[in-house]
């Protein structure tokens, strides 16, 4: 069964100390790994999507890396406005021709000025 | 450019009642998707449309469940006989054609069954 877990569940940080939030996933076959950040009461926003084992995308002070099992988002010098829920999700190729995403509980973020 | 739109923002309901929750997909985007965001829960995938063709229905829980797609644009969700477990956040998603790997969301509507 295809799965994604997510870890830690909810992350404090002081504004400026850098993490890494974790993504863990099995699929049968990856077609694509996707970040999103969600404020409280908005829907998800879209942030990265990585292919293939050794990929890269950074987008101001985030930066999303892929391996073979999992992928991490890391965070450096956040500042209280990065405060949000990570969420990961993974497109396998049982979805077909779907774009049928499936979601990790997410990782709730908290940035103390 | 406006966004996915969804209403209602939120809907109370009585056990046993029907409710209908509606989502505006992006001018010009082809497909469309329903989401659920249940309490300590990830996003759990519902239906997919994609233009014409046959709707991907596999994640739907019950047949209380329904969705229709009018004229490939606006999109209805249909509870019926709701219970308390349909309680929860529902997400609309729309993508442009061709990039399914990018999905808008709207701001959900949230259902409480009493």
């Known amino acids: 069964e295809d799965q994604v877990t997510q870890s830690p569940e909810a992350l404090r940080l002081q504004e400026g100390e850098s993490s890494s939030l974790n993504c863990s996933y099995t699929?049968?076959?990856?077609?694509?790994l996707f970040w999103y950040r969600q404020d409280p009461g908005k829907g998800p926003e879209f942030l990265f999507t990585?292919?293939?084992a050794g990929e890269e995308k950074e987008k101001e002070r985030l930066k999303a890396t892929l391996t073979k099992k999992e992928s991490f988002l890391h965070i450096t010098a956040p500042k209280p406005e990065d405060s949000a829920t990570y969420l990961c999700a993974v497109r396998a190729h049982g979805s077909g021709n779907t774009g049928k995403l499936i979601f990790g509980q997410g990782t709730t973020l908290q940035v103390k000025p | 450019g406006a966004g996915v739109s969804q209403s209602p923002s939120n809907k109370v309901t009585e056990k046993g009642k029907d409710v209908e929750l509606r989502c505006d997909p992006i001018?010009?985007?082809?497909?469309l998707y329903w989401y659920r965001q249940s309490l300590g829960q990830g996003l759990e995938f519902l239906i997919y449309f994609q233009g014409n063709s046959a709707p991907d229905k596999s994640g739907l829980p019950s047949d209380r469940f329904s969705a229709e797609r009018t004229g490939g644009s606006v999109s209805t969700l249909t509870i019926q006989r709701t219970q308390q477990e349909d309680s929860a956040v529902y997400l609309c998603?729309?993508?442009?054609?061709?990039?399914?790997?990018?999905?808008?969301f709207g701001p959900g509507t949230r259902l409480t069954v009493l």
């Open positions: 990585l292919y293939s």
């Open positions: 998603a729309s993508s442009p054609l061709g990039r399914t790997d990018t999905q808008y």
């Open positions: 699929v049968s076959g990856l077609r694509g």
């Open positions: 001018s010009g985007h082809t497909a």
